[in-house]
Every structure is written in structure tokens, then in C-alpha cells.
């Protein structure tokens, strides 16, 4: 959710002069940010991969109650999630794991009998693609050197998104409590996730999904999260809105929560939130920490060949265009001794 790690605004034009020089000598567009960049602690995806050399850890525990009214039964789940990602082969390239080991506690109201579940709730693999980066576009990003509102208030191009696409599968290992017997045991997964820097303190991350394909309960979901930046840079905070649909279970989540950047490499969240019906009402609560190790490198690109070369044709026309604006110019006549004495 870290949304102010990933682009600084400069303290002086001259700062940012500096830096973007050095930003363009490097081949290519990276994916890498000089901090963490951490999904957590929502459940939205950024467009945007961890960059080559990456190895990310994104875990924390949870609590969750849920009372459901048409069953009389009221539960409490304890658990524990982890997502690992790792940037493979080249930037714009993510290896995605994501699990969710949890323990339900559920109490039969009508009978007063408690049972106590165990298992995977998630299990997911996949592999994530940036498509479509309008950051990578030199004269779109650079900053106005002249107009600081240019470079601190929203434009309209700034609803232009990154945009990435992920491909993947749901694991049920053994016999899992929280499936059903028939469920496959492997179950494709697809999403489309883009990302929108809306201005330098606001970052908007939406996410379409299409779940359990191929079981007799596929699922459609939707994730729209809005995340702000303070003006200290370490906290940040986030809104954000789920929903889900299939003939199994439909919901609508809303969720919020503020991030601490601890270090470079080393985030702490909290998070809180809940749904709007009562088949079942959900209430939950999470914190965890995102961790990276980084052990990243930048592939240098010669100055040269950054440019088009300047050839002798080139050398020629200018040097005709700097002739004839002498000739116009011309000489300035000399003054006279006695026009400067009088």
C-alpha cells in the first residue's frame, strides 16, 4: 500500500534536475524504488513488480468475527497470512505466492455445540506482467522545473494507468474443512490490476478479477483502493472497497488502514474493516510487516547511445544556421573618438 515511496517529489528544481539525469542513464525502465513497495495492508495488487533481485516477504495475523443470521452460528478465526515475491527474469516479470493458514472456532447457537476448523483458507501461485507503463515515457514524467502546482496538483493525464496483467492458481491441499469435497484441487485464477499516480500523495489501484474457473462456483471480485501519503512520508493511510460474486458467496468489504515506513527495506501496517450484510457479518481487524531483502542492480546504458549520434550532416546544417544568423546580424560600425569623447 505504500504510496509515497515509489515517486518523490523534489525539494528544489535543481534537486530534481540532478536526479532524473541520473535516472535516464539507466537502461531501460526499472521497476526497483529506493524503498519498499508493499501490497499490504490491503488486498488490492499494484500494477508495478518488485524489480529483478527482489525477494519480499508480506505477513502479518489476523482476527475475524462473523455471526451469520440464517444459520444461528456465531465464529471467531484466527489466522496467519504470507505472500512472497520475487522480480524473475526482467523488471516488469513477478513470481506471486500468497497464503492464508487460519484457525474458525464456530458456535451452533440453536444447539449451544462449538466445532474448530483448521487449514488453508488461501493457497494461490501465479505469475504477474506490467503491460502498459505511461511512466515510461521520458517527457510525461519528467518534473516542470517552472511550476510547482504543475508538479503537486492532479491532471488529467494522470488517470492515464500502469497496467498489469496475473495469471495463476488456487492449491486445496488434503482434505481442507474450508472447501467442498468436489472443489478441484487446482483452479485457475486471472486479474487485471492498473495503477494510477493521481498526484504525488495520492495513488489509485484498482483490480478485476476472475476466480475458481473452471469449478462449479466460479467467482468474479473487484478491488478499488485509494492510498494518501502524508506530508511526513513514512505514514500513509488507504481506503478500499471489495466486492465479491458467485452463487457460492457474495459480499461487499469495505476496509481501511496506515502504513509505517520503518526503514528502506522494512514496513509495519494496520488494518481494519467489515462487510454490510448479515449472511454473514464480517468484522475483522490485521497488522503485519513487509520486509525485502534487496540485492538489486541497475544495468548501466552508455550516454551515447541514449541520443541519436550527431552526424557530419547535422554538423554541416548547423553550422550553415549559425552562418546565416551572423549575416542578418551583421557587423556594428565602429564609433568615431570624438562621438565617444562627445
Not at 175 to 191: E, H, L
Not at 208 to 235: C, K, M, T
Amino acid at each position: 500500500m505504500a504510496v509515497s515511496h515509489r515517486y518523490k517529489t523534489w525539494k528544489t528544481p535543481l534537486h530534481g534536475l540532478i536526479l532524473w539525469s541520473i535516472f535516464f542513464s539507466i537502461q531501460g525502465h526499472s521497476q526497483y524504488t529506493d524503498v519498499i513497495n508493499s501490497n499490504r495492508p490491503g488486498e488490492s495488487v499494484g500494477a508495478f513488480a518488485v524489480g529483478t533481485g527482489i525477494i519480499q516477504l508480506e505477513s502479518g495475523v489476523f482476527y475475524e468475527q462473523q455471526n451469520h443470521s440464517l444459520f444461528d452460528t456465531d465464529s471467531r478465526i484466527f489466522g496467519l497470512g504470507l505472500a512472497l515475491r520475487y522480480g524473475l527474469l526482467f523488471e516488469s516479470l513477478e513470481l506471486f505466492y500468497e497464503g492464508i493458514y487460519q484457525n474458525q472456532n464456530i458456535t451452533f447457537n440453536a444447539s449451544g455445540l462449538e466445532d474448530q476448523y483448521s487449514g488453508f483458507g488461501r493457497n494461490r501461485l501465479g505469475l504477474k506482467y506490467l503491460i502498459y507503463d505511461p511512466f515510461k515515457n521520458p517527457e510525461r514524467n519528467a518534473p516542470n522545473l517552472y511550476s510547482w502546482r504543475a508538479n503537486n496538483t492532479f491532471q488529467w493525464r494522470n488517470l492515464i494507468p500502469a497496467v498489469s496483467v496475473y495469471a495463476g492458481a488456487n492449491f486445496i491441499l488434503g482434505d481442507n474443512p474450508f472447501f467442498a469435497p468436489d472443489d478441484p484441487s487446482i483452479s485457475p485464477r486471472v486479474m487485471v490490476s492498473t495503477q494510477s499516480l493521481l498526484s504525488p500523495r495520492f495513488v489509485l489501484i484498482t483490480n478485476i478479477i476472475y476466480d475458481q474457473i473452471g469449478s462449479d462456483f466460479p467467482e468474479w471480485s473487484y478491488l478499488v483502493s485509494l492510498s494518501h501519503a502524508f506530508r511526513n512520508p513514512r505514514w500513509s493511510i488507504f481506503l478500499e472497497n471489495q466486492g465479491i460474486k458467485s452463487d457460492r458467496y457474495s459480499d461487499v468489504l469495505l476496509r481501511t488502514g496506515v502504513a509505517y515506513l520503518i526503514s528502506d527495506n522494512f514496513q509495519a501496517d494496520l488494518l481494519i474493516g467489515g462487510s454490510f450484510k448479515d449472511t454473514p457479518s464480517r468484522g475483522f481487524i490485521a497488522g503485519g510487516i513487509s520486509y525485502r531483502l534487496d540485492r538489486h542492480t541497475d544495468k548501466l546504458k552508455p550516454i551515447e547511445d541514449q541520443e541519436p549520434q550527431i552526424g557530419r550532416k547535422d554538423m554541416r546544417k548547423k553550422k550553415k544556421e549559425s552562418g546565416k544568423s551572423k549575416k542578418k546580424k551583421g557587423k556594428q560600425p565602429e564609433k568615431k573618438s570624438s562621438e565617444i569623447e562627445g
